[in-house]
């Protein structure tokens, strides 16, 4: 029995027990009774400890503070046993805040459940007392014209250490405890000197909603007695998982976008402090082990210093020696990259920070089979605690070569930035303040400085006017963080990318921009700094009319103003043609209010228009006749009537969850439109009839009845239709859309011998994994309403590519002959892609179906096209049946032509 014990400690070391253990422990027994009732009291004991972990499992074994709580202590159970909800993850760093003189806790913000957002500033009472000028000293380092005067020995370097921003990888966010309660509760002389010259900014969850939704879940379905079978329900999360937040946003790819809550009070902080390494602690695929950075060497973006991932390296040699300890296996230089700035890991590294992703193997609930053996939510916890104090450790011991890069950064960057030929660059959309004001937002949320243009000047094709142009000097702090958002780039060291490849801002917002180069540059081109963008889209108020009124379309939130106005019970039409009144001219797509015939006064219709015009930032114009010296009357058939939108939007299994969440909270945040989400297997059981719209996002629709939903839009519905969505209702007959074959899979071209060792390589390099491309818009279809220019930046992540239609007029967007303006795609795809349909019109019946060969809502922030979804959404209706596609053509017969 002894050696048994034995061989049961040497196991617990690197693996906590397991039934099968100690099952195996029995076969291999030949026992007495007395030495079977030890063994029996001997296995109670372990079975306890199987769901139960000594603290010094997780934490070194020193001496601690007894006043402040043990996480055992606050939660009734020990760490690992159960999976903490947000409310006691955060119960527990109040309690420790209010225990402990060297932690400070601060709300940052709220989720969009109404979580809070909080972090620990934790450091020595020493520096809480002189916090801010820690702060003010330590920010100093950023800026070239005061860091030299800043003495890196005496100042503190700063980690930001945050867990779990995809609430299903919940070791992070539970290991967050252990490791606040280690740093406040610690007593040794290692603890003490971390604390005096480091300052922590400490997030224990950065996605409460999703890491609560995730601990709700598997809490729910945990057994008493834990079974590791990955079939049992703890281990099938349901749709649309807790990995996003409440719009089912990865908000790991919201921190260069920032336009998610959570992302904007975590981006805020990060500029406040300007910490020294930033820490995102993740999970992986069950049968994985633990990753730690760097990442692929040659997937590195190029504007990050060499000496970023050097530094990066130098830490990593601390994770390895603290895996090594504990037994647990890692590795590190593949997998994962350093490319795309919206990460976690790589924003630090566009602002003289390291950044660092760690990657655990995930238990995805409290016990899983893997090829590993059985992994535990506990062994998970532990190596996230692990290398969160490795991070300290490597923090501390480098604190001096860290703040020297940091320094190093903004002051090479300004030299940088001195040379570059280029002076600055300017953008601006006078007809649409409101999607050049969300642009604006973003540059200054990074800390990057924006002008009003001082005068009028010509550049890169477009005429940029004074009060209406906006300039960004590149000799300033964020020279590099400016590069990687206004580059565009299309050639690469590497052909796999992690994220996406291309991402270049002004495209995104479908924004006039150029490059002013230095001899093109004067000081009277730089007008006062900007500094508030939201003032931008402040409108005058409408004049009253007893006639009617027009809105312009271009502005990007007025179809919050057209939903608005119609849900209040206004009728409203649309022009399908130009016209010019009052010495203004008005595009197709203008929408008009006539005052007669409402149900409503005059002065309550004036009423509905201010506030209209007031809470989307869009200017209406006053009529007092329907008479026109150009073009339509007021009065014409050509001015088509609207329908309040009453939307459903298709959801769950099968659905891209991403996609759906990025077109609930367009609608829903920004349109303020109702939107009912309803379950694929749902919709066939429901009545179709009250909806006049529904939103199929990309993804697999096999449960969805065809019949029923074609029976809908023959009726007049409008569906519309995204990426692989619309393979499923072409098969079902509701769009005629032909798929463009890829010539290249031929078998002359698969025959050609790879080496095996290539293949993943290989397979990765023919991902379009997100770039940028040109499409020509019609901007006299409803479906360009509201857009000046016919070229239009698009982005694409998948590759399906479709014909453009028979009908000549039922295309109404498709990409130019050479298309790609930023990112990678790879060439295989070239003539795929050239002149292929971005969208295409079909009708059924007396509806009309639409469908998107691309994403038209990304992360939020691909502003440019929203109002493709808009105006599908508002005017598909009014879609000519003679301009869209009615049929494919059918097959030829054997032996004979095709019809």
């Not at 230089?333 to 995930?362: H, M, R, W």
């Not at 094709?461 to 565009?488: S, T």
């Not at 081109?525 to 007893?546: C, D, I, R, V, Y």
């Not at 312009?552 to 130009?578: C, D, H, I």
């Amino acid at each position: 029995m002894i050696h048994v014990f034995r061989v049961y400690r040497i196991w617990n070391h690197f693996f906590p027990p397991t039934l099968y253990f100690y099952r195996f422990i029995l076969k291999c027994a030949i026992v007495t009774t007395k030495q079977y009732i030890l063994i029996a009291l001997w296995l109670w004991c372990a079975a306890a400890f199987a769901q139960k972990q000594p603290l010094t499992y997780f934490l070194p074994d020193i001496t601690y503070d007894k006043s402040i709580p043990t996480p055992e202590s606050y939660f009734g159970h020990q760490i690992g046993e159960w999976h903490l909800s947000h409310d006691q993850l955060l119960g527990y760093m109040k309690a420790l805040a209010a225990a402990s003189p060297k932690a400070k806790l601060i709300e940052h913000g709220r989720s969009y459940e109404n979580r809070p957002l909080i972090h620990l500033v934790i450091t020595s009472e020493k520096n809480q007392k002189v916090l801010e000028d820690i702060k003010s000293q330590h920010v100093a380092l950023t800026n070239p014209a005061k860091s030299g005067s800043v003495d890196i020995n005496k100042v503190p370097a700063v980690l930001y250490q945050g867990y779990s921003i995809h609430g299903n990888e919940p070791s992070g966010g539970n290991a967050a405890p252990l490791v606040a309660y280690y740093l406040l509760a610690g007593k040794n002389r290692d603890i003490d000197r971390l604390l005096d010259e480091v300052v922590i900014i400490f997030d224990p969850c950065f996605n409460p909603d999703g890491f609560n939704r995730f601990a709700s879940w598997v809490n729910t379905h945990r057994n008493k007695n834990l079974t590791a079978d990955p079939a049992d329900r703890e281990y099938t999360e349901p749709w649309p998982r807790g990995r996003s937040n409440h719009y089912w946003f990865d908000l790991n790819r919201d921190w260069l976008p920032a336009q998610l809550p959570e992302s904007q009070g975590r981006v805020r902080i990060f500029h406040e402090w300007k910490p020294n390494v930033l820490t995102d602690h993740h999970e992986m695929g069950t049968n994985s082990t633990f990753f730690f950075m760097p990442g692929v060497p040659s997937r590195v973006h190029p504007l990050t210093p060499k000496m970023n991932q050097e530094l990066t390296e130098r830490i990593g040699n601390y994770h390895a020696e603290a895996l090594d300890a504990i037994g647990s296996l890692y590795y590190s230089k593949e997998g994962y990259d350093d490319f795309y700035y919206g990460k976690g890991s790589t924003y630090p590294d566009a602002n003289g920070c390291i950044g660092i992703l760690f990657e655990q193997g995930s238990s995805r609930g409290h016990v899983q089979e893997s090829e590993n053996g059985e992994l535990t939510f506990a062994f998970t916890i532990r190596n996230q605690v692990a290398t969160s104090l490795s991070t300290h450790k490597a923090v501390r011991e480098m604190k001096k070569d860290l703040l020297t890069f940091q320094r190093d950064f903004y002051t090479s960057g300004l030299e940088e930035a001195r040379n570059d030929n280029r002076k600055a660059y300017i953008f601006g959309e006078p007809t649409d303040r409101g999607r050049t004001a969300a642009f604006i937002e973003i540059l200054q949320r990074h800390q990057i400085e924006v002008y009003q243009l001082g005068k009028s000047v010509s550049a890169g094709g477009h005429q940029f006017d004074k009060g209406e142009a906006f300039v960004v000097p590149l000799e300033q702090a964020q020279y590099r963080l400016i590069h990687g958002i206004f580059e565009h780039r299309t050639a690469f060291e590497d052909s796999i990318f992690y994220d996406i490849s291309g991402w270049t801002y002004p495209m995104a917002f479908n924004l006039a921009y150029a490059a002013l180069e230095k001899r093109a540059f004067d000081d009277g081109l730089l007008g006062a700094k900007l500094a508030n963008a939201a003032a931008l889209t402040e409108t005058p108020a409408p004049e009253f009319s007893e006639y009617a009124y027009l809105m312009e379309w271009t502005e990007y939130f007025a179809p919050k103003a057209l939903n608005y106005l119609m849900s209040q019970g206004l009728r409203m039409k649309v022009a399908s043609q130009p016209f010019a009144l009052d010495q203004r001219s008005y595009p197709p797509g203008t929408v008009m209010l006539s005052v007669a015939g409402q149900n409503k006064t005059p002065e309550q219709i004036h009423s509905l228009v201010t506030l209209a015009s007031q809470m989307a930032g869009v200017r209406f114009y006053d009529m007092d006749t329907g008479l026109t010296p150009t073009g339509i009357d007021l009065g014409s058939g050509d001015f088509r009537p609207l329908k309040l939108p009453e939307v459903l939007l298709l959801v769950g299994e099968g659905v891209r969850s991403t996609d759906a969440g990025e077109i609930w909270h367009l609608l829903d945040q920004r349109y303020d439109m109702k939107v009912t989400k309803v379950e694929t297997g749902a919709a066939n059981r429901i009545s179709l009839n009250r909806y006049n719209v529904i939103i199929m996002p990309g993804g697999n629709y096999g449960a969805l009845s065809g019949d029923k939903l074609k029976e809908w839009v023959s009726n007049g519905g409008t569906l519309i239709t995204y990426q692989d969505a619309v393979q499923w209702v072409r098969n079902a007959g509701l769009a005629f859309v032909e798929l463009r074959r890829d010539k290249s899979e031929d078998q002359s071209t698969l025959q050609v011998r790879r080496p095996y060792g290539q293949l993943s390589d290989d397979r990765g390099a023919l991902r379009t994994s997100g770039a940028i491309f040109e499409n020509l818009l019609d901007i006299s279809h409803p479906l360009g309403y509201g857009y000046i220019r016919e070229r239009l930046p698009v982005f694409r992540n998948n590759n399906l590519y479709f014909e453009p239609a028979r009908n000549t007029y039922a295309t109404p967007l498709v990409y130019t002959a050479n298309p790609l303006l930023s990112g990678y795609l790879n060439a295989r795809y070239n003539e795929q892609i050239r002149n292929s349909a971005g969208a295409v019109v079909s009708a059924v019946g007396q509806g009309r179906v639409v469908s998107f060969a691309d994403n038209t809502n990304l992360r939020a922030f691909w502003y440019g096209t929203n109002k493709l979804l808009a105006n599908a959404i508002f005017f598909g209706h009014t879609i000519s049946a003679e301009a869209s596609e009615r049929a494919l053509p059918k097959p030829p017969a054997a032996g004979g032509r095709e019809e």
